[in-house]
């Protein structure tokens, strides 16, 4: 069973910057599709940003173009998620999550295998 763990969340004011990292287990980590979610408070699940198996593909949900970035480093078996200039509405838990399946939707959660715990991301004002 692969196992996804989150780390890198807090406390951070308005503007301010957090990294997230996902260290999967298992040995075929350059297979995967890596994605991140967030849920907010009374929200459904929303997706965040995925990159390719190779990581030379990318994708962003439109509010966080520009603000966030993912990358993975498939030698260490981790994706980061890298998060500027936060805003209150970025407050949420965060979810890693791997997609088998290179050929399903890249946006949809329901299309991804494993989950991590999540990690919690709280923006202040």
């Known amino acids: 069973q692969r196992q996804l763990v989150e780390s890198g969340g807090g406390l951070v004011q308005v503007g301010g910057s957090l990294r997230l990292s996902c260290a999967a287990s298992g040995r075929t980590f350059s297979s995967l599709t890596m994605g991140w979610f967030r849920q907010a408070p009374g929200k459904e699940r929303e997706f965040v940003a995925s990159?390719?198996?190779?990581?030379?593909?990318?994708y962003y949900v439109d509010s966080v173009k520009g603000r966030f970035t993912i990358s993975r480093d498939n030698a260490k078996n981790t994706v980061f998620l890298q998060m500027n200039n936060l805003k209150p509405e970025d407050t949420a838990v965060y979810y890693c999550?791997?997609?088998?399946?290179?050929?399903?939707?890249?946006?949809?959660?329901?299309?991804?295998?494993?989950w991590g715990q999540g990690t919690q991301v709280t923006v202040s004002s």
């Open positions: 999550a791997a997609k088998v399946s290179p050929y399903d939707s890249t946006y949809a959660g329901g299309f991804y295998d494993y």
């Open positions: 990159i390719s198996r190779s990581g030379g593909r990318t």
